[in-house]
């Protein structure tokens, strides 16, 4: 869930809500949303265990404010949990990857980045 609306909340320009970012595109959100679930199962997570996709997504067309962490780094800051990073180094030593968890954990790192270095 984090990975595939909270964190897509930070854009390379102003954040977007949680809804839009799962809404915008729905392929990609379930492809994310099964990457991650699939890590979880390599973990030993339980299938039943889990939300389904659709159940989260009906869930988002109330999520009309961007995530705190987009509103956080929006605001300046310079540090916040990185549940994306996390997300993707284990699954990387799952063999679990895929290109958005990568491009929006670069998103974060670069707009860190800038808010170092304006704090500068």
Known sequence: MLLTGNYRCVTAGE???IREAVQSDLALSSEIYS???S???RLGGRA?????FDKYLAATDKLIAPSSVARAIT?????VERVDKLVQLIGRRCGIT???IDRTVALIDAA???TKVSAA
């Open 48 to 52: 039943d265990d889990l939300v389904g």
């Open 112 to 114: 860190l980045a800038r």
């Open 75 to 79: 605001g300046g800051a310079t540090a």
């Open 98 to 100: 895929h290109p958005s």
């Open 15 to 17: 954040p977007v809500s």
């Open 35 to 37: 990457a991650v679930e």
């Open 39 to 41: 890590i979880v199962l």
